[in-house]
């Protein structure tokens, strides 16, 4: 595959550079570009924007392992992210992971065979008033029991 | 309770648009702003009471006054929206129900303190939040409320701009010196201090870092005027407060009630009392950082920072977790305990360390694998990182642990020896008994030696 954003692409990281004095602040807005466009953040699409920003390679690898919302392996279409922290744990979001763990038959940070689903333990998500919560991607599904669960999970596949 | 002040939660309708927003008087409080000078604008702030609501109720007016004045050198605002402390869930209401109010405050924040930009860093996981908010701004700057237009809109020599930036999954990046390294596009280490900020922020220059709810505040103390928002609720941190309620309560969910809310109010008339009628075992005033209340000691308990303070703990970001007599709160303390290992981000040795070592300890206790002496080991460890380390990370582990640990040692003694741990007689060759490995009853009563 050939990493490169199309012109449209670039011409939006290009506005986005205007918005901060000095370039090696699209460095992040241009990662979430990249996930969103390759779905993880290769050694090649790391490259790509190291050539790109004109940043070394060794300041993208460490800003890209930093953050743990870039994925730096392939993940499912649909990532599963479940919440543990306490206030999803208070309302059994422990069960709802080991249930998913055990439902998918993947363990956090690892993808089905078939690539459809991947699941992530997360810390808390800032959804604690609607807890026990998961995000599929990027939507939020609070008050959420195995059931429910359960059904969310069927209804993609 | 419920006609207590809606300042940022409001019951209009649709308030988030633009067009409902001006229609309610919406961006008059910056006009009001633009004809006084700046300093009477701090001045304002600071006679109003207002503390951040980022974690640490640092005065506000105070916070403005320590950036250099004038209008001819750059600086920035950021506004913190990283929001990442569990059981902190409130700037997202604002972000989803009130962006313009955001806008606003950040406006008129900047003509106060001279800001050339502002930048409002929003977690990642946020995605759909970051998409609403960014479609009030774009509304904004259409409407020249915002940037180079606004001189036009406004008629003064003032202009000012803001930008989002989108966070990727770091709970230090809410410590406002990482926060300001992640916007620059730098790993999110924090950085030692001083130099402070308002000195050395953003690329250098002076920059001020506010939490979103601060900012929010900010046009309802210019609409009430300063000495009218300083008489609702706790006169030493007054105000409303958005509480976020969570764990076992009937009707968890973010309120806004004045500070000094009886924390009792808060769980049985508007949270509608504990689930299935439980007694409640502990509390969690303000975000898993600050350290626990027994559920026998909260009778009377105000929520705003000084009463809290005397009890030993804080009120943070005003996220409320309940926890009711079922609660295992070894559990609870082990999953904090994780949590904050797995934030560090390891620069300072006893935070590195300490969190490493308090999440092996709890890890044993929970297994069954501990002795009394392990608990009088965590609070030493929680001790030793208190205090020395570069950013407040550091505390915010050793406070809860510390914290459970101390008030609930009966139920940590219980843990400990419900699963009793021996010395083991072969010791000698390294190997540590636990209940699996010997084949004592519990009957027998050794003493452990460790
Ligand atoms: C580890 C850590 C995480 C923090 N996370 C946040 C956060 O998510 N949001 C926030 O507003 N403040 C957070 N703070 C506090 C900020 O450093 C800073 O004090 C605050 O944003 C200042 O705003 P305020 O004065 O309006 O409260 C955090 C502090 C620490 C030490
Ligand atoms: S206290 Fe912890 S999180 Fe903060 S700088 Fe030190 S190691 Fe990093
Ligand atoms: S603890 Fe799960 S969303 Fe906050």
Redesign the interface.
């Known amino acids: 595959m050939d990493i490169a954003f199309s012109q449209e692409e670039i011409e939006k990281l290009e506005q986005i550079k205007t918005?901060?004095?000095?370039p090696?602040?699209?460095?992040?807005?241009a990662?979430?570009m990249a996930q969103k466009k390759w779905g993880w953040i290769s050694p090649e699409v790391m490259q790509y924007i190291s050539n790109l920003l004109n940043l070394p390679l060794a300041h993208i690898e460490?800003?890209a392992s930093?953050?743990?919302?870039?994925h730096k392996k392939p993940m499912g279409k649909h990532h599963v992210q479940v919440c543990?922290?306490?206030?999803c744990?208070?309302?059994n979001g422990d069960k709802i992971y080991e249930h998913a763990k055990e439902k998918l038959g993947i363990g956090h940070m690892e993808a089905t065979q078939d690539g459809t689903f991947s699941l992530e333990e997360?810390?808390?998500?800032?959804?604690?008033?609607?807890?026990p919560m998961v995000?599929i991607n990027?939507?939020?599904y609070e008050n959420i029991d195995i059931e429910s669960f359960d059904k969310l999970l069927d209804s993609l596949k | 309770m419920n006609n207590s002040p809606k300042l940022i939660l409001t019951d209009i309708a649709d308030y988030h648009k633009l067009d409902v927003y001006k229609a309610n008087g919406g961006y008059n409080q910056f006009r009001k702003a633009l004809t006084m000078q700046p300093d009477e604008i701090i001045n304002e702030v600071k006679a109003s009471g207002l503390r951040g609501r980022g974690g640490a109720a640092f005065p506000t007016g105070l916070k403005w006054s320590f950036m250099p004045k004038g209008n001819d050198i750059i600086k920035y605002l950021a506004v913190n929206g990283d929001e990442s402390e569990p059981g902190s869930f409130k700037d997202r209401q604002i972000f989803e129900y009130n962006p313009h109010q955001l806008i606003e405050g950040i406006l008129i924040a900047a003509y106060a303190m001279g800001i050339t930009a502002s930048y409002i860093y929003i977690r990642g996981e946020y995605h759909k939040w970051i998409d609403l908010m960014q479609k009030a701004l774009d509304d904004a700057y259409a409407a020249g409320l915002v940037g180079q237009k606004m001189k036009d809109t406004f008629g003064t020599n003032f202009s000012t701009d803001i930008y989002i930036h989108k966070g990727a999954g770091a709970y230090i990046c809410g410590e406002e010196t990482s926060l300001m390294n992640s916007i620059q596009g730098d790993r999110g280490y924090p950085r030692v201090k001083p130099p402070f900020p308002a000195q050395f922020g953003l690329w250098g220059k002076p920059t001020t870092v506010n939490n979103v709810e601060t900012i929010s505040t900010i046009p309802a103390i210019m609409k009430l005027g300063a000495s009218e928002y300083a008489k609702i609720g706790a006169p030493g941190h007054p105000g409303t407060l958005l509480f976020g309620v969570s764990g076992h309560v009937n009707k968890p969910g973010v309120y806004e009630l004045p500070t000094g809310t009886l924390l009792t109010d808060i769980i049985y008339n508007v949270c509608g009392g504990v689930r299935g009628n439980k007694k409640i075992k502990a509390i969690i005033p303000g975000g898993s950082s600050m350290p626990p209340l027994r559920g026998d000691e909260i009778e009377g308990v105000r929520m705003d920072e000084d009463s809290l303070k005397v009890l030993g703990t804080h009120i943070g970001t005003g996220g409320i977790m309940v926890m009711d007599e079922d609660t295992d709160l070894v559990k609870v303390t082990l999953r904090i305990a994780h949590f904050y290992h797995h934030e560090s981000c390891g620069q300072c040795t006893p935070c590195r360390e300490g969190c490493g070592w308090m999440e092996k300890i709890l890890k044993r206790i929970a297994k069954g694998e501990a002795a009394s002496s392990d608990l009088d080991l965590l609070i030493d460890v929680a001790n030793n990182i208190e205090g020395n380390t570069i950013c407040a990370l550091g505390d915010a582990a050793a406070w809860p642990v510390r914290g459970f640990v101390t008030k609930f040692r009966d139920e940590f003694e219980k843990a400990v020896s419900q699963n009793r741990v021996f010395v083991a007689p072969n010791a000698v060759h390294g190997k540590q008994a636990t209940k699996s490995n010997l084949k004592f009853d519990n009957q027998m009563k050794y003493s452990p030696a460790i």
């Open positions: 918005k901060y004095p000095e090696k602040a699209a460095l992040m807005p990662l979430w460490g800003v930093f953050y743990t919302m870039y543990t922290n306490v206030s744990m208070l309302r997360v810390e808390c998500m800032g959804a604690c008033g609607g807890a995000a990027e939507d939020f």
